[in-house]
């Protein structure tokens, strides 16, 4: 069987379940070969309580056939972080495909990767995919070419899965979707703005206004710096 | 804000999935405040490269309002564990809510927290909850009285939005929801048994044959002792 060296780029505040779904689904790729790549050996601090363990540093990773870059509220540090830029950049040459979650988009984009491609982030985020050159698409995963980007946190469960299905076949998708139990029936409809009610959505978008300009602040200094 | 302490239970070979999706989503709880209590402070491996660094051993852990409880292979040897399976017992004795995700289950049932409840667990282990007691129903949240258990793996999200609405009220969940832009769209309909091809659903019940005949022998030792 045909080695696939997958690599998820870990960096302090990464959303946890960004990468916790990614990893379950990918995990199980024919092949699979899993490095969980930081700056250093560090526990990595995430949003929610867990502390990440990395299995490589950034010079010891091994070459990504697949690289997959996590979001969060950290990004804005890790976006600015020349090594970790460097290292996304070194990594993505290499591999066969490219790949983010959630706001993890702006770390491809801060490595110019997303330059006139077609691309999706977090809804909160979505309009600043402009700002790194990439055509914003609202939907729940993304495929442009060799990238393949993921909306929101639990959206990089299937954009798991749609990786999957093209590296591995249609029917080893559907085998490990299975035995995940991926058969998802949410208590409520309300995952998207344009199915939240209005005050959930204001009461939202008015808790993410201050990161956002905080991010956008941080993106500015990032594309100064590339 | 009241406090809400929320004990996810950490043990070898634990999917981490079953574990991260609840924690995302439950530690968002107003006053949320979460232990990962595993028998040492040693990493805990877990079935997917990644290891989970515990923030509380059995003897310092805070009592649980809420005790969570995953699954995996590793309930094979947690459910024989006396350790552990004393301090869930010790735990859900305090607790407002017991819960489970996927084969997480059967230490609850090993436990004794499970006779004459309706319950549920991973598609392939579902006939298995009579022998600890329990009622099996089959659907992705089950709730009988201070007992929530979910489905295999990916079901631990849906699990945690309804434990989340029952606890902190719908509002707040459809706000958490929106956050984590939980709308999932999986790209096949094929994670139950009743939705998958003949082909995929026997391909899978042989690779679970001989884990399901493990399980089965180490749910009798497990039994026996208690």
Redesign the interface.
Known sequence: MEKMNIVFLLFPNL???DF??P??VL?RLPGAQ?S?AAKTME?VPTD??????P?HDFQSCPGADLLCVPGGFGIDDAMQDEETIAFVRRQAEGARYVSSV?TGAFILGAAGLLQGKKATT??AYHDELKRVGAEPVKA??VRDGNLFTG?????G??FA??LM?EIAG??H???I?????????????????D???P???E??RE?YAPRVAAFREALGCALKQS
């Open positions: 959303t946890q379940l916790t779904g990893l379950q995990s899993v969980l526990p929610a309580v867990l502390t990440l363990n299995t959630c977090h809804w729940r995963v909306g929101g946190v639990t959206a469960i299937d899965f749609t299905a249609e029917e998708a559907r085998a979707q299975l035995g995940l139990e991926y058969d998802p029936a949410p208590p409520f409809d309300a995952g998207v703005p199915k939240a009610s005050g959930v959505l009461s939202q808790r």
